[in-house]
């Protein structure tokens, strides 16, 4: 945890400096854009700490799409590396970690970079129905993905120079619209 130089953090209203940082670090889940699968089995790569339950685990790989893979494969106690999964199914999987973590903030860097779009509708359905109660801060270049969500934070050389709700800030002549029509016709272009 660092430090701030100015300004505060809150979460549910708690400014997160009050907080230990040990505390905040369990409430605080992240899903970095590129996926860590560990040497081990599938069941040390969902569960870590080793405190979910059988049912749990079978319940997030259902959700995510990789149960019956896995199960074809030797199921949650086949050993397993880096090779073992595609690059979007290990991203899928890192997803899992994190579905079973009992925390109040998810952050996802970029979690559909690497999906297709199969995959990048379950990580949505996920987003909007597994973590409802949770904060959630999604990293994106894919706009699209982020219309729906309650704000966004338009961030330029590490300032956050615009804040508000997206579908708004689309109709105004605004950084978010205007980075969003860059982006659209850069994929256009392709």
């Known amino acids: 945890m660092m430090d701030l130089d100015s300004g505060s953090i809150t979460i549910d209203g708690v400014d997160v400096s009050t907080l230990p940082h040990e505390y905040v670090r369990r409430k605080l889940v992240a899903v970095p854009q590129e996926s860590y699968i560990f040497d081990g089995t599938v069941r040390l790569n969902i569960d870590p700490t080793g405190t979910a339950t059988g049912p749990e685990i ?104 615009e804040f508000g709700e997206p579908k708004q800030l689309l109709g105004q002549a605004s950084a978010f619209s205007r980075l969003y029509e860059h982006l659209l016709s850069a994929s256009d272009a392709s």
């Open 58 to 161: 079978e319940t997030v790989l259902e959700k995510i799409g990789l149960r019956d893979k896995i199960e074809e494969r030797g199921g949650l106690d086949v050993a397993i590396d880096d090779k073992f999964f595609s690059q979007g199914e290990a991203q899928l999987l890192v997803l899992a970690r994190a579905m079973l973590r009992k925390g109040k903030v998810l952050i996802l860097d970029e979690i559909t970079s690497s999906l297709n779009e199969e995959s990048s509708r379950i990580v949505d359905e996920i987003i909007w129905t597994w973590f409802r109660n949770w904060t959630v801060i999604v990293i994106a270049h894919k706009l699209e993905s982020i219309l729906d969500f309650d704000r966004v934070a338009v961030v330029d050389a590490g300032t956050v120079v």
